[in-house]
């Protein structure tokens, strides 16, 4: 394609693109929220209409392509077709569509009103648990290391603990802060909502190798596992003419399960699929398990991704506002979890406008395949919020749409969030060998450096978290600055001979 036909192909997109984003839409206000909706669209709208070479045809000739403008679309469209018109303006205007600078400072502003202010350094999220109350000094080696935002799984254990909790955390840093003079940062307390997230029951205890009664059941591959559509069901290990049988704990998650519908339990730590599906209870045949003999666990998480479980199970229960209503002083930022409809953020901020004046960030965790499908949907409505963020919730998320999808969905999920200015959290498995055994894999390193383009990175437990912390925060800061990069980078220790 040489220059005037690639112009005259721009400025089409262009006219064709504005009339699709606009679709007849009269007297629109210019504010933020707008702008960043206007870009939504236009980085949607462009997405199905550009010809799938056209990125090379840009390259060729010396343009960046066009997705690397997707916080300012239209505004780095309009730029191209300047260039290979010699033109100084366009009909788009700067008042219409985002320009980079603007973009830029607008992201940036939502972060620091979502999380709180940092100097320059990268907020990084920690999940607490129950048995860091045994050691208290926990909180401040957190604090010390550089975590700004505390969360606590409203999933597990209840409302006794999580207070316990954050009162223990803000004991810690007051010490904290009065040791660093000048230093009045308050970490931030977030809490995902429990959600619609499906478990299995209570097993029979039985003895283990240590002759302890513990409830568990073993499986492996070729077995068959039945389990009841009860949440009353106490689950029993296999005999010689049954098959091991469990509970969950939403039973009516399973009204739409069919034969040969994938099942992964375990955060997929076994697969298999419904090979039975009676009024009772569905059987599944075990395919694949990381080991040879896996353990289930009561509360044991059970994913069924091709079931359509959102059909059947409110995403915001009665119990996750009642939460609300119990924590919405101590906390500053809400996750839903499994979210899946645009009304599912706007029950939560219901619920908070009328518990309190205070602003509370509200996160849309994208952690199911109705989600993705709806993302744009939940992003425009979330962009309705005073603070509003998205957390990309990896675990739960690849076992939904799949290993094959889900690299192209999470850096999906990353472009349209910087279309629509709106900041990011990087969920799960991050630096999760050095979280546990302070040494970090390679693959570790990579995904870590992958995440410091979110706004925020989540840690897991382990008792080497704060050196997890430590370490993101020193490879953000060789991000950051572009001098220190080139002195420390591979370039520099090379010699060329010419």
């Known amino acids: 394609?040489?220059?005037?036909?690639?112009?005259?192909?721009?400025?089409?997109?262009?006219?064709?693109?504005?009339?699709?984003?606009?679709?007849?839409?009269?007297?629109?206000?210019?504010?933020?929220?707008?702008?960043?909706?206007?870009?939504?669209?236009?980085?949607?709208?462009?997405?199905?209409?550009?010809?799938?070479?056209?990125?090379?045809?840009?390259?060729?000739?010396?343009?960046?392509?066009?997705?690397?403008?997707?916080?300012?679309?239209?505004?780095?469209l309009n730029k191209i077709i300047n260039h290979l018109s010699k033109e100084e303006s366009t009909p788009c205007s700067n008042k219409v569509f985002i320009d980079v600078n603007t973009a830029k400072s607008l992201k940036e502003e939502r972060s620091d009103?979502?999380?709180?202010?940092?100097?320059?350094?990268?907020?990084?999220?920690?999940?607490?648990?129950?048995?860091?109350?045994?050691?208290p000094e926990t909180f401040t080696h957190l604090l010390q290391a550089g975590m700004t935002i505390a969360r606590i799984n409203c999933a597990h254990d209840n409302l006794t603990v999580w207070k316990k909790m954050i009162q223990t955390l803000r004991k810690a840093e007051e010490k904290h802060n009065a040791r660093c003079a000048g230093d009045d940062s308050k970490c931030?307390?977030?809490?995902?909502?429990?959600?619609?997230?499906?478990?299995?029951?209570s097993i029979t205890p039985s003895k283990n190798k240590k002759?302890?009664?513990?409830?568990?059941?073993?499986?492996?591959?070729?077995?068959?596992?039945?389990?009841?559509?009860?949440?009353?069901?106490?689950?029993?290990?296999?005999?010689?003419?049954?098959?091991?049988?469990?509970?969950?704990?939403?039973?009516?998650?399973?009204?739409?399960?069919?034969?040969?519908?994938?099942?992964?339990?375990?955060?997929g730590k076994i697969f298999g699929k419904v090979v039975l599906n009676t009024e009772e209870y569905i059987e599944i045949e075990i395919f694949l398990?990381?080991?040879?003999?896996?353990?289930?666990?009561?509360?044991?998480?059970?994913?069924?991704?091709?079931?359509?479980?959102?059909?059947?199970?409110?995403?915001?229960?009665?119990?996750?506002?009642?939460?609300?209503?119990?924590m919405y002083k101590d906390i500053d930022l809400v996750g839903?979890?499994?979210?899946?409809?645009?009304?599912?953020?706007q029950m939560v901020k219901q619920q908070l406008e009328l518990l309190t004046d205070e602003k509370k960030g509200i996160i849309a965790k994208i952690e199911t395949k109705n989600a993705i499908l709806s993302l744009s949907k939940i992003i425009m409505e979330g962009l309705n919020c005073s603070l509003f963020g998205v957390m990309i919730a990896r675990g739960d998320l690849v076992i939904e749409i799949g290993l094959e999808q889900f690299l192209s969905a999470q850096e999906g999920i990353l472009e349209i969030c910087n279309a629509a200015h709106t900041p990011v959290i990087w969920a799960?498995?991050?630096?999760?060998?050095?979280?546990?055994?302070?040494?970090?894999?390679?693959?570790?390193?990579?995904?870590?450096?992958?995440?410091?383009?979110?706004?925020?990175?989540?840690?897991?437990?382990?008792?080497?978290?704060?050196?997890?912390?430590?370490f993101l925060q020193k490879l953000n800061e060789i991000n950051q600055d572009p001098q220190f990069h080139l002195r420390n980078s591979l370039v520099s220790f090379v010699q060329f001979d010419f």
Request: glycine share 4%.
């Open 188 to 201: 931030k307390i977030f809490i995902d909502l429990p959600g619609p997230k499906i478990r299995i029951g």
């Open 211 to 267: 002759g302890k009664k513990e409830s568990y059941i073993k499986i492996k591959k070729n077995d068959i596992l039945r389990i009841y559509k009860n949440d009353k069901y106490i689950g029993i290990p296999k005999t010689d003419t049954e098959p091991a049988s469990v509970g969950v704990t939403l039973p009516k998650a399973l009204r739409n399960v069919r034969i040969n519908d994938r099942v992964y339990i375990d955060d």
């Open 1 to 76: 394609m040489n220059q005037d036909k690639l112009k005259e192909y721009l400025i089409k997109l262009r006219e064709n693109a504005q009339t699709m984003i606009f679709n007849n839409s009269k007297n629109i206000v210019y504010n933020s929220t707008n702008q960043s909706k206007i870009n939504l669209r236009a980085f949607s709208v462009l997405q199905k209409m550009v010809d799938p070479n056209l990125n090379n045809i840009l390259l060729e000739k010396a343009f960046l392509p066009l997705s690397n403008g997707s916080p300012h679309i239209m505004y780095t």
């Open 289 to 326: 398990t990381r080991k040879k003999e896996e353990t289930i666990y009561p509360e044991n998480g059970i994913n069924f991704p091709d079931s359509l479980v959102h059909l059947n199970v409110s995403t915001v229960s009665e119990s996750d506002l009642s939460i609300l209503k119990s």
């Open 336 to 345: 839903i979890s499994y979210i899946n409809h645009p009304k599912d953020i």
């Open 428 to 470: 799960t498995g991050v630096l999760e060998n050095m979280n546990k055994k302070n040494i970090p894999s390679i693959t570790e390193l990579t995904d870590a450096q992958a995440g410091l383009r979110a706004d925020c990175i989540m840690l897991n437990k382990g008792p080497y978290v704060p050196n997890s912390i430590e």
């Open 113 to 135: 009103k979502l999380f709180g202010k940092t100097q320059n350094k990268k907020h990084i999220m920690v999940s607490l648990d129950r048995s860091m109350l045994e050691t």
